[in-house]
């Protein structure tokens, strides 16, 4: 069993930058799992942000936050992050991590753990 804790969201201004925080623990992860960042906004389905591989560090992410947000992870720590930078309003939502992905997937159905979810909102 693995158990996913958030920290780091808030109110910020378009242009800002924020860094979430997801850590987990309960479990050893292998080089099979990826770790990877949802979110979800008011009335609309939840979309694919980022992922990456817990083991090896590879990583991918949606087209929309390309060249802004950044995916990593400390593996010691069994923490991963999501750096935000150039927030626009259109990046308001719940923000989740989420774990034991397969490898490459962009759909939060084929993960098995989920944090708590926190709320990011940048205002214009």
């Known amino acids: 069993q693995v158990q996913l804790v958030e920290s780091g969201g808030g109110l910020v201004q378009a242009g800002d930058s924020l860094r979430l925080s997801c850590a987990a623990s309960?479990?050893?992860?292998?080089?099979?799992?990826?770790m990877g960042w949802f979110r979800q906004a008011p009335g609309k389905e939840r979309e694919f942000v980022a992922a990456?591989?817990?083991?090896?560090?590879?990583?991918y992410s949606d087209d929309s936050v390309k060249g802004r947000f950044t995916i990593s992870r400390d593996y010691a720590k069994n923490t991963v992050y999501l750096q935000m930078n150039s927030l626009k309003p259109e990046d308001t939502a719940v923000y989740y991590c989420?774990?034991?992905?397969?490898?490459?997937?962009?759909?939060?159905?084929?993960?098995?753990?989920w944090g708590q979810g926190m709320q990011v909102t940048v205002s214009a």
């Open positions: 309960g479990r050893t992860f292998s080089r099979y799992t990826t």
């Open positions: 990456i591989s817990w083991s090896g560090g590879s990583t």
């Open positions: 989420a774990a034991n992905g397969p490898v490459g997937s962009r759909a939060n159905y084929e993960y098995d753990y």
